[in-house]
Structure formats: C-alpha cells, structure tokens
Nanobody, 119 residues
Framework: QVQLVETGGGLVQAGGSLRLSCVAS????????MGWFRQAPGNEREFVAS????????YYTESVKGRCTISRDNSKNTVYLQMNSLKPEDAAVYYC????????????WGQGTQVTVSS
C-alpha cells in the first residue's frame, strides 16, 4: 500500500506560478512511476505529466508543455509539479498517482489539491 498526500494548491492569478508536492509513504518510492492528473468540474480526469522510476524520463500533455515541469526526489519520497504561466483553464483538482514497476495503470491516488486561477 502507498499513501500519497498532495500539497501546494491554492489561488493564483493568471500568469502566476505554483509548485505542487506529493509525498509518498508505505512502499519503496523509487519503484514507482509517478504522475500528476487533474480534473476540472464537469470534465473527466486527465493526464498532466509523469516521471518514470527507471531513468526519470518525463512526459507531458500538450497543453502544459513548456509551462510545467515534473521532478522527483527519491530521498524525500516526493514528486513535484512546477507550474508556470498559469491559465484559467489550468484550474482543477490536481491528483498525484503512483504506478508500480511493470504495471500499466496507476494504482495509488492522493486526495487531490485544488488549483484556482483567476483571470
């Protein structure tokens, strides 16, 4: 079992920045690919970014490329999402998720942190 706790959400003006953090506990963090997802009201949850366990390869959804950076610190069991140049359409609940080695799906999810962007 892995527990994930996100922090760092809040209210920011358009063009501003936020850094989300997700702390994992319970299992060996370095064995998991970590991802960030988001869900806005009335929308389905969507992939934002991920970072692999093996070589820290990163992936991003097209709409955040160049504005967001995912990173991880295995010594702190933490994954980050730095978000810059925020837009109103980035507003959502952001979720951290963990995918075990060899798995095709994310198995563990955090409770989410709210990001609100004012125009």
């Amino acid at each position: 079992q892995v527990q994930l706790v996100e922090t760092g959400g809040g209210l920011v003006q358009a063009g501003g920045s936020l850094r989300l953090s997700c702390v994992a506990s319970g299992r060996t963090f370095s064995n998991y690919t970590m991802g960030w997802f988001r869900q806005a009201p009335g929308n389905e949850r969507e992939f934002v970014a991920s970072i692999t366990w093996r070589d820290f390869t990163t992936y991003y959804t097209e709409s955040v490329k160049g504005r967001c950076t995912i990173s991880r610190d295995n010594s702190k069991n933490t994954v980050y999402l730095q978000m810059n140049s925020l837009k109103p359409e980035d507003a959502a609940v952001y979720y951290c998720a963990a995918r075990p080695r060899g798995a095709y799906q994310y198995v563990y999810w955090g409770q989410g942190t709210q990001v609100t962007v004012s125009s």
